[in-house]
């Protein structure tokens, strides 16, 4: 991206002592971060996910426990970090929460709208009109499952695999849709996450195509929200980025937020995974 | 029903560390629906913490304690199995007991 | 803490209340489940401090707030408390721009450390007390904690 | 919503073309063009047009990480068209107004209530005020912006025309089209032209 060269210069002038407060700042906000560390209520979730992978629901009564996740039916450990990926009964690319979708439909006998029903915790709709992502407590089943299941990858390497044509494909597809500026704002994904070390706000903003800053974001979702209470999935994630993008909204396991996915999973590929994180 | 809480409590030298984990809303009371309409207060007020019959720690909470709440405290004179007892009650009277065996030692 | 004890501070404030709560607290078990509505309902530091049995209180430095100089996000500010007061009976958290002051209020028992460490929410950015109960005295630290918009919203 | 809408989707590749092992870049795209159809869906004021892409939209996405020369040249010649001044003598509104604009990042989104005025979202980038600590840094810091440059006719209508359409001067600029796209009116641009460039301005303070 070009630099504003009229622009630029302001930077060089500004004067001393208002660096050395930003910098405090800076700091102050890594030591916030540092300290919500000591608890994490994404645990909460965890626990909710693990008994809701167990237990018997739906038309067939039945749990998820031999839901196939791409490692043999009911292998959970590990399998989050080789997602997406494809699968040869649904002749898709899937991610965590595209393949929990085909489990609830061919194991439990629900209708895939039933299971896509309320995929984000306390936001099936926009609830507080001031702070429309933090419902009022809607438990979302499809997020506590995640939430386990990502848990149960802790600490693995990110490894997407990459051997089959249509999983390069949805990685190629989603390199596109990374640089597809659209929309009112003329947003892409790569407005915000093209360059390495900037910030909206006080957030900062990970460099997607930099090993090293797509491993901490890929790393660290799903995640614990502290701001709106909730824990978050990385479908949500892709959700949100594109409503702030004035994009229409993403539908849910679609193919577009799948291929975003697998685009971000493999430029984190190697690293090493840390989720569910507590975030901002 | 509401969820269990996550407790840990350790023995560290001679104290207890106890941090648990509290699912709930915590809503203040304040906050509007999409619709405009108040969103009724629903919190925690009351956190009993008990161990072999004697309460090690009581609280009363407001609406500003944070949404999924967390609590960190050390107690003395807890050995390795024995429990620790918590009890939250809402404003809704809603309750919740959990229990956890103190842990380790060293 | 049981509003019995705080009804009898409220009323005397003075050295012979005071002495009468000790009685009171040790049989405190019952009254566990009481809330003081007055005190959580109070919009100022003093209302709180008032409504919590205290006259006035002096600053301490024996009452350490741990907690970020800058809140990235209101909604959860952890604090700890710490009392090296002797005889610490009780740890409240007051914030003092939130639209109601008090935020927690702890009883620590003979036995347990006077320290506390929890998170709360901060409407914006503000003052923050910590006020102890120490043998029947009141002391506090006070720390301001900025609090920063968030995200692309606002 | 763009006069110039293509659906056709044209986007680059950075693949080698013929690498067996790999999807062409035409299956890619058409892939690509086939899930723009199927994955969004219309909700509240954010239609389905939107991924629609005028020319600009169109060459920026195609030509991410190394725009030539020539393609910039085009965009930014384009862009300078559409800029559409108000009347001499208005281009400076008030900063007060200005710096409450800078704040909001709301406006466009489909939970945002569409007869409520955007905001620009100006923080979110940029550094503006000194009181406010919660800034990016995806745009250039703009404090001081018109202590250095006063606040003459030229300098206002620089400032105006670069929110009204940054591509005019920057092509593929990250950032937004404000005037050009309706996002933000008139009067509101030029709230902002005086928050950069007031005197009295915390801008410049």
Redesign the interface.
Known sequence: MRIDRVLAGVLAVMPPCFALAQQDTQKEIERYRQMLQESNPAELFEARGEELWKTRRGPKNASLERCDLGLGPGVVKGAYVQLPRYFADTERVQDAESRLVTCMVGLQGFTPEEAKRNPFSGTGVPMIASDPFSGVGRRSVMTDLVAWIASQSRGMKIAPPMSHPKERLAYQAGERLFYYRAGPYDFGCVTCHGEEGKRIRLQNLPKMTNAKDAQRAFGTWPGYRVSEGELRSMQWRMWECIRQMRFPELEFTSDASIALITYLAKKAEGGTFDAPAIKR | MADPMRIRANLTGDKVEVKVLMAHEMETGLRKDAGGNAIPAHFIRNVTVTHGGKTVLSAQWGTSVSRNPFLHFRFKGGRPGEKVTITWMDNKGDKRTDEAVIAGGG | MDAKRREVLKTGGGVLALAATAGIFKSGEALAQEWNKAAFDTKSVAETLKALGGGASSPSDAVEITAPDIAENGAVVPIAVESKLPKTQVIAILIEKNPTTLSADFDIPAGTDPFISTRVKMAETSNVYALVIADGKYFHAMKEIKVTIGGCGG | ?KPRMILA?A?S???IAGCA???SDS???R??A???K??????GQ???D????DD??AL??KH??E?PKGV?DGIEKAQQATIRYPNPGKLMGDWRQGERIA????G????DDPARPA?G?C???HQLS?NE?????????????GR?RGASEAIQK?VYAKIYNP?A??????M??FGH???LTEDQITHLVALLLDPDSPVNK
């Open positions: 919503m989707l986007l590749s950075i693949w092992t790999r999807p299956e890619a795209e892939a690509v086939e899930m723009i199927v994955s969004f869906r219309t909700r954010a239609t389905i939107r991924l629609g892409q600009a939209q920026c996405s991410a990480g725009l910039s704040q909001s990042g709301v466009k989104q489909f939970t905001g979202s923080y979110n980038c000194k600590l919660s800034f990016g840094t995806i745009g250039p810091s703009l404090y001081q912006f250095q620089y591509e001067s920057v092509a593929c600029s990250n937004p089209r796209n309706g996002v």
